[in-house]
């Protein structure tokens, strides 16, 4: 019983310590404009805003140390709400965000982003505002008319 | 009292589980389009009637650049009824004795999607005629040699009626909609 006792507390204590803020998320509407004369199909991709959306990420409960010096990785996956298997959406890091110390690793090229999660980047210590970019591919004229939409899902474990 | 704590620490984990987990929406809402295009564009059909060299002949036809493609774009709803292009006489009049005719010829180039089936010889008047059918989500490529290739030519139906002289300026309009 006592190591029961003692896996639920260290287990909780995993699991409590970071923290993830995601600000808005991406709604595009295509439109005739997007289409460079009769004849031709939406562009092969397109791209967001490169701060479409901010990052925030820190230690949880709050500690200095680990705002410090604490290791992070940030995960991302998708779960389609109403959506078609020839779309491919990736996302990319475009900045660092701010932080006092700690580097970044990986997240700069384009990332798809699967139905699994798979790890995004990684980085040390608390950031704010990281900035990220969204990509789609596949939307076409011969998809039926509708709004596609998908569930970005970002998880930040202490690894 | 074993039992509370460990109900307590659960929960105490899975309320903080929720911090490291956020979800925004990605969407994209694509709308109905429905794009159409002649190339080469900025070409008038010319078509002209030559009287013969010869009595007992019959009047020869001069046409010039009387072909033009048929461009198009069209996204359209789930279970939404099919498209068709369609045409018509917008301005002036066929002088007497003539027949206007246009000929769609089967799809060619690039394209993709439900494309539709021609309709091959028409008679133009200043009804709507379809000259492509049952097109749904698709795009024929853009410019020459790609979509429909039409071809307009002239045909005598009544040489009483013919005036050698006479000349018309005629407008035709083409339109890509719903049944």
Redesign the interface.
Known sequence: MRYAVFLIVLFSSVVRSQEVKVSSGWYKVMKVSDIYGAGNDYPEYVESRRKETKLHIKAFPKSKQKDLYGSFSVFVHQEPVNWHASLELSVRRTSKGKGKKGGMHGGDNWHQIHRFSSRFFKLVGKKDGVDLQYRIKGLSVLLPVDTYTTEIVFTVLNL | M?RI??IL??S??CL??Q???????????????A???MKPSNTNVTLALVAPKDSGEKAGIIMANNSKWL????????G?SARNVTVKIDGGNIPKGLLLKLNTAPFQGR???VLGNNVHVITLSHRSQSIVQNIG???????VG??YKLTYFLEIQNYNDLDINASETISVSLTLSDF
């Open positions: 074993r704590i460990i620490l659960l105490g984990s903080f589980a911090r490291n987990e956020k979800d925004i929406n990605a969407s994209f809402e694509l709308q109905e389009i794009l159409l295009d461009n198009f774009t069209s996204a359209i709803r789930k939404a394209g993709k999607g989500g698709a795009y024929t490529g853009n410019g790609n979509g």
